[in-house]
């Protein structure tokens, strides 16, 4: 597989995630080593019975890959902003195409732009420690892609025990809100059935702290079998 066929079959799953979008492999036409004329792309488009027709250019200068596109729209025969992204290939081509999908749809409307990032029911953790952890931002299009990562990120911080994401529209445009519960506090930490070690080694040793929030990632269960030694050099 080519470099241009194979950003080609990344592209198509980058706008397959769309649940909006429907996708119409274009055959023989994504192969094409010749320059896509407008009204190729639009002929090519009225036979597929597409809506849109996406086209564009993939250049490699050593590890960088350039890649230039643009959408049509059929029916209006109307060419929309071109965008472009540049990256290094050891980065991915499904970084690259999901960048220059976003990109193409913030262009041409297909994607709601985001006006603000609200952070909800957090009262130890300040809001803007938790935006900054997040892939979408206020003034970028709204993608439900980013908003599942963003809610992944925001559980693995570890402070909260429920995360959920909403969006409304106001005013001024489409408003993101993440809605967190934090964790409780650590009050106490009780060890029980140790008799050989000193209960203050034992604790020093722990990340897990009293006074901390409650970090599920940092507890677990010691298997069974599994103990603790000193080096005769400690």
């Known amino acids: 597989v080519n470099l241009q066929e194979s950003f080609y079959n990344h592209l198509v799953k980058e ?5 909006a979008i429907e996708v ?15 009204s190729k792309a639009i002929s090519t488009g009225k036979a597929l019975k597409a809506d849109y027709v996406v086209t564009g250019s993939i250049t490699q200068f050593g590890e960088t890959l350039n ?4 959408i049509i729209n059929i029916a209006q ?8 992204v540049q990256g290094k290939e050891s ?17 041409t409307g297909f994607l709601d732009t985001i006006a603000r990032i609200d ?10 420690a938790i935006r900054q952890q997040l892939r979408s931002k206020a003034g970028s299009p709204l993608s439900e892609e980013n908003i599942s990562a963003d809610i992944k990120t925001i ?8 995360v959920s994401a909403k969006v409304t529209t106001e005013a001024e445009g489409k408003v993101l809100t993440f809605t967190v519960v934090e964790a409780g506090l650590i009050s106490e930490i009780r060890l029980i059935g140790n008799k050989k070690l000193d209960r203050d080694d034992i604790l020093g040793a722990m990340s897990v702290k009293t006074r901390q929030s409650l970090n599920h990632a940092k507890i677990f269960i010691m298997p069974k079998g599994i103990t603790m030694s000193r080096s005769a050099n400690a």
């Open 77 to 84: 025969e109307k060419i929309f902003p071109s965008a472009s």
């Open 15 to 19: 706008f397959q995630k769309e649940s």
């Open 24 to 38: 119409i492999r274009a055959g023989d036409f994504a192969k094409s080593s010749v320059a896509v004329t407008k």
């Open 67 to 70: 890649i230039d596109a643009q």
């Open 91 to 107: 980065t991915g081509q499904e970084a690259l195409a999901a960048e220059i999908k976003t990109a193409l749809l913030a262009h």
């Open 119 to 128: 952070i909800a029911g957090n009262r130890r953790v300040g809001a803007e």
């Open 155 to 162: 559980y693995k911080m570890g402070l909260f025990e429920d």
